[in-house]
């Protein structure tokens, strides 16, 4: 009895020192990762502007150095890390051999063979390549267990992949929005939808493979575990799945990959199991590997924006001035009315004649048009080009007051010709804009939508603005883009009424 009370003090002396320089291990290790992280940030700006090399040099050797001395403490304290577990596994060998039967004394004997004592000289970077899963677990287990180590290399390629054709679809939306000519938007609006397609797949490809193989390994570790005895490890494994499925939920359907979102949750959760899982085992190569693995997983972000393109408009926006004396003759006669396939564009008809008109009845306004196409082949001219009705309501009275007896509004709507705005209004659907992500329309937000529709109604119902109502699709698309644009958080939708 005395001998075993010796023995339980010397294992529990031993598991002290231990657990100290692991804890010692764990810090040098954070601290020399952040250290690198820094040195890694310095070289790339080095590298990149020549006006701060001589600056840099100085504390870019310093880090090095720190660096180099950090990862020789580090090895150090590896190196007693395997020192204590191997005389704690002797420890508990002892303590087990010269015990009494069971039964015998009160006393339990430990079965030395449960007690796992990692050979340093075999230690796996790869957690799972290490002899504890290999003796544990039935040939066909272990195999799968392997075999689901390298399909989630695959699914991490998939990853990988689709966050390099993101920024390659972020690229393109950048460019559409930049383009100067309506052939170059349309251009890249196809590539835009290939990559989606391709972004597409990818998605579906991740969603289908991962959520199998991460409960697949944490089934078998949680197995392990519950064999060991470890309930303190089992806790912490359903712990941190009800995290990762919060974590899920919460950003279900707000970013561009929910997949992605599954993806990081769950990835992260392992890799924090299978930390702890090596530091258990005294598997100090694989907790190294494993915590450079989770210092690049806690630097990704999956929270990736929704990218789509609303379609642009080339419109050439023009307002009315005067000029005198006019600069439309014979050598500069007033152009066509040009005439664009998408979008709305307001513009004021002056009148339909027989023939052209003298200029002078023009009274000097710019721009000006005409066209016979609409009026049963007479000569409609009309003036200016504005985006909104009340823009175009506006230079109504301006006209007036010009002398002008009977100004009216004529509407294009990607590229058809209404006479009026009522004849606009007979022929469009109408549509409705609803905003959410908001939990108050800004001021800002309440007077753009009133600039392009002075008459427009804003009601509420539920979490979601309903702002309406717009006659056709177009006008409602133009509305929707410039709100967007006011805010991140705001998701704008176009509806169209039943």
């Known amino acids: 009895m005395k001998r075993t009370i010796i023995i339980v003090a010397q294992l529990l002396c031993v598991l002290a020192v231990q657990a100290q320089t692991v804890k010692d291990l764990e810090r040098v290790g954070r601290k020399r990762d952040s250290v690198m992280f820094v040195l890694a940030e310095h070289r790339t700006t080095y590298s990149e502007r020549a006006s701060e090399r001589e600056r840099l040099t100085p504390i870019i050797i310093s880090l090095e150095s720190e660096v180099n001395r950090l990862q020789a403490e580090y090895q150090r304290l590896v190196d007693a890390v395997a020192q204590a577990d191997a005389k704690s596994a002797s420890t508990q060998y002892e303590n087990a051999k010269n015990a009494p039967k069971n039964g015998q004394g009160g006393e339990v004997v430990i079965d030395p063979k449960s007690v796992y004592v990692p ?220 005439v664009y396939d998408y979008g709305v564009i307001y513009r004021i008809r002056l009148g339909v004649f027989s023939r052209r008109p003298d200029i002078s009845a023009m009274r000097g306004v710019v721009p000006l048009f005409c066209t016979k196409a609409y009026h049963k082949g007479l000569y409609a001219y009309y003036v200016g080009g504005f985006r909104t009705e009340q823009e175009a309501k506006d230079c109504v009275v301006y006209l007036k007051k010009l002398g002008f007896k009977d100004p009216i509004i004529s509407v294009w709507v990607d590229g058809e010709y209404y006479p009026t705005i009522d004849d606009m209004r007979r022929a469009q659907s109408l549509y409705n804009i609803e905003i959410s992500g908001v939990p108050t329309l800004s001021d800002e937000v309440k007077a753009r939508i009133l600039s392009h529709k002075s008459d427009c109604t804003i009601s509420r119902i539920g979490s979601t603005f309903v702002v309406g109502t717009f006659d056709g699709k177009s006008i409602a698309d133009a509305v929707a883009t410039d709100l967007a644009a006011l805010s991140a958080e705001m998701v704008v939708k176009v509806i169209k009424k039943p």
């Open 119 to 338: 050979d340093k000289s075999k230690m796996k970077r790869d957690l799972v390549a290490n002899d504890y899963f290999a003796q544990r677990l039935s040939p066909n287990d272990y195999k799968s267990l392997r075999e689901t180590k390298q399909r989630e290399l695959g699914v991490h390629k998939a990853v990988t992949k689709y966050i390099s054709q993101y920024g390659e679809l972020l690229a393109l939306h950048r460019r559409y929005m930049e383009v100067d000519t309506q052939a170059k938007a349309d251009s890249i609006a196809v590539l835009f939808a290939t990559k989606s397609k391709q972004l597409s797949a990818l998605d579906a490809e991740i969603v289908s493979k991962w959520s199998a193989l991460y409960y697949n390994k944490m089934y078998t570790y949680d197995l392990l575990m519950e064999r060991g005895g470890n309930t303190a490890m089992l806790d912490f494994s359903a712990t941190a799945s009800a995290r990762a499925d919060r974590e899920i939920n919460e950003n279900s359907d707000i970013y561009q990959s929910d997949a992605l979102v599954e993806y990081f949750a769950r990835k992260r959760v392992l890799t924090e199991y299978e930390l702890k899982i090596a530091s258990v085992l005294s598997l100090t190569t694989s907790r190294d590997s494993l915590n450079v693995v989770m210092s690049k997983l806690k630097n990704r972000d999956y929270r990736l924006s929704k990218l789509s393109l609303q379609r642009r408009n080339f419109i050439n926006y023009e307002s009315v001035t005067v000029k005198k004396p006019t600069i439309y003759t014979s050598k500069n006669p007033v152009p066509e009315v040009k």
